[in-house]
Each structure stands twice: as structure tokens, then as C-alpha cells.
Nanobody, 126 residues
Framework: QVQLVESGGGLVQTGGSRRLSCAAS????????MGWFRQAPGKEREFVSA????????YYADSVKGRFTMSRDNAKNTVYLQMNSLKPEDTAVYYC???????????????????WGQGTQVTVAS
């Protein structure tokens, strides 16, 4: 069973920065692409970013492009989301997720991910 545990959420001022982490259990972490999604109150879960298994390629939603950076450390079984220039509209619960099949390319579709963390709240104060 794979477990994903997010951390790093909290309250931040507009324009501030925050780094989220997602620690994964299991020995095959490096075989899977990973993604970050978020869900704001009253809204559907939306894609934020994704990264290939080796970390060489990333993909971002237009709403965060240029402000957020996703990375991974396969030696630590961890993915990160560096969030800069935060805006109130970034307020949401942020979830990391594992791509459904090993070796699969990155995807912005939630149904392509099979394991999800419990989420971490990020609140951006205006």
C-alpha cells in the first residue's frame, strides 16, 4: 500500500512563498510520475502541476505557471511544490498524487492518478 503525506501548508500573506512537501512510502517511487492538485471551498479539484518519474520534465496549470515550481528527490521519496507570489485565489487544500501506471507520462487529469495524500491547507491572506 502506498501512502502519501503532504506537509508545509499554512497561512501566508499575499505575495509570500510557501514550500509544500509530499513524502511517499514504497520502494518504487522513482518509477512514477507525480502530480499536485488543489481544491478550494465550493469548487472542484483542479490540476496544479506534474513531474515525470525522473524529474526532467514538468507541466503546470496556466494559473500557476511562472509562480510555482515542482521538483522531486527520488532518494528521499519526496516531491515538492515551491509556491511564490501567492495570491488569495491560491487558497485551497493541496493534494499530491501518484500517476496510475509506472513509466507513464505526466498528466493533468485527476482520474490518471490512483493514490492521493490527505491534503494540506494553504491559506493566502489578502
Amino acid at each position: 500500500q502506498v501512502q502519501l503525506v503532504e506537509s508545509g501548508g499554512g497561512l501566508v500573506q499575499t505575495g509570500g512563498s510557501r514550500r509544500l512537501s509530499c513524502a511517499a512510502s514504497g520502494r518504487t517511487f522513482s518509477n512514477y510520475a507525480m502530480g499536485w492538485f488543489r481544491q478550494a471551498p465550493g469548487k472542484e479539484r483542479e490540476f496544479v502541476s506534474a513531474i515525470t518519474s525522473g524529474g526532467s520534465s514538468t507541466y503546470y496549470a496556466d494559473s500557476v505557471k511562472g509562480r510555482f515550481t515542482m521538483s522531486r528527490d527520488n532518494a528521499k521519496n519526496t516531491v515538492y511544490l515551491q509556491m511564490n507570489s501567492l495570491k488569495p485565489e491560491d487558497t485551497a487544500v493541496y493534494y499530491c498524487a501518484r500517476r496510475r501506471s509506472p513509466g507513464s507520462w505526466i498528466s493533468g487529469v485527476a482520474a490518471d492518478y490512483d493514490y492521493w495524500g490527505q491534503g494540506t491547507q494553504v491559506t493566502v491572506a489578502s
